[in-house]
């Protein structure tokens, strides 16, 4: 058959679907990992990573065991095109089939802001080191993110004072009402300052991530005080490389990729997208670009053995998630077993067996070969399947 397929970004969808081709002896495909950072960064465990340096080093996996037959080009790609993809220093990746999974940025320390796994770990531990002397911590955002690092900062450093803000009245206003009270009753137990209804009258006047007190005015009139901040919103996508390479109709005004349910760009036949680059209606989750892979690779193998792409992904329409708290606390919850059964809601003793005692590290390690074995790309969906949003680590 000989067919080769470009799958574009090494995150969790991009890695999990190269995976799943390549594992596959019989179909005789070459796969082409374009991908611009040295090592995968399992962003859903650099919350923990910033508040215990000594075990940063467990969410950064080399790309080179990845895969056993394809291979990895690192580069940043700068279009593309039904026959491939150009880079960004103007090699070129023929290809038969393109999997766009640039998944987003999100501001630090939720995921770093350099393709180099040494520079995003020293960020991390220079942003602990100030931390750890910072008494008053504010963190701007209530979403999963935010919420998740003021667990994380409570469990190692109980002392300290920590406030988040959000303009919403609610947090995570799309999930049950009692997932939301256990949310409240733990944050109040760990002495976590929720300040809703109001946002920043401007922004700190100190860099996020460095400690020097300072004050700021809330739209409501009142003040905040604290040492350090940390912004935990503001999610980016990356589809700014497509611009000019795809159709008017295959992009949304906020740049993200329309799929059909067989998840192919809208409007051709070899392209596809996965993760927070495209435009399904669905919280963007580590977890849901994982199902989007298997989707993908089972639709990519049809076409490469001449049969119709006949997988479809149907969103949810009840969300996910595991939110942990530090490593023994946190909520859960996932959809019903039966239709129009209520969600199912997770303690955190269950949060923290599944998901927050390791942050599914164990699991990363067996994809990418650094483990005592090689993870499926299914298992290791699996593990991220209600996991953390990736406005908290990635897709």
Not at 191 to 199: K, M, N
Not at 289 to 308: T, Y
Not at 333 to 345: D, K, M, R, T
Not at 366 to 381: D, I, N, P, S, V
Request: net charge negative; aromatic share 6%; proline share 7%.
């Amino acid at each position: 058959m000989g067919r080769t397929v470009a799958v574009v970004g090494g995150g969790y969808g991009g890695a999990a679907v190269a995976k799943a081709l390549d594992a596959d002896a019989d179909a005789g495909i070459e796969v082409v990992l374009v991908e611009p950072k040295d090592a995968f960064v399992h962003a859903a465990g650099s919350l923990r990573a910033l508040v215990q340096p000594e075990w940063a080093e467990n969410i950064f996996f080399p790309y080179d065991r990845l895969l056993a037959r394809g291979r990895v080009v690192r580069g940043r790609a700068a279009g593309v095109d039904a026959g491939g993809v150009t880079l960004a220093d103007g090699r070129r990746v023929e290809a038969d089939y393109v999997v766009l999974a640039t998944g987003s940025d999100y501001p630090f320390p939720a995921k770093a802001d350099t393709d180099d796994a040494a520079d995003a770990l020293d960020q991390l531990r220079a942003a602990h080191k100030e931390l750890s002397g910072a008494a008053r911590v504010l963190i701007t955002g209530a979403g999963p993110v935010g919420l998740e690092l003021a667990g994380e900062i409570a469990a190692v450093w109980p002392g300290k004072r920590i406030t988040v803000v959000d303009p919403a009245e609610e947090i995570m206003p799309s999930f049950t009402p009692e997932l939301r009270a256990e949310l409240h009753r733990q944050l109040d137990g760990l002495g976590v300052e929720l300040r809703l209804g109001t946002a920043l009258a401007d922004p700190p006047p100190v860099p996020a991530g460095r400690a020097d007190a300072f004050t700021v005015a809330t739209t409501g009139g009142g003040e905040i005080g604290a040492d350090i901040w940390f912004r935990c919103h503001g999610v980016r996508v990356n589809g700014g490389f497509l611009a000019g390479s795809l159709t008017p109709d295959a992009m949304t005004r906020q740049g993200q990729v329309r799929v059909t349910g067989t998840l192919q760009v809208r409007g051709y036949d070899n392209l596809y997208a996965l993760g927070d680059l495209t435009d399904l209606a669905e919280a963007k989750m580590a977890g849901y670009a994982m199902k989007h892979a298997a989707v993908v690779a089972e639709n990519v193998l049809a076409q490469v053995r001449g049969d119709r792409p006949g997988a479809v992904y149907r969103p949810s329409p009840v969300p996910s998630i595991l939110l942990p708290l530090g490593p023994g606390g946190g909520v859960g919850q996932f959809p019903p077993e039966s239709p129009g059964a209520a969600p199912a809601l997770l303690p955190a003793s269950t949060v923290a067996a599944y998901k927050g005692a390791d942050l599914f590290v164990g699991r990363f390690a067996e994809l990418f070969g650094t483990g005592t074995a090689t993870a499926t790309a299914t298992e290791a969906g699996a593990a991220t399947e209600a996991g953390t949003e990736t406005e908290a680590g990635t897709a």
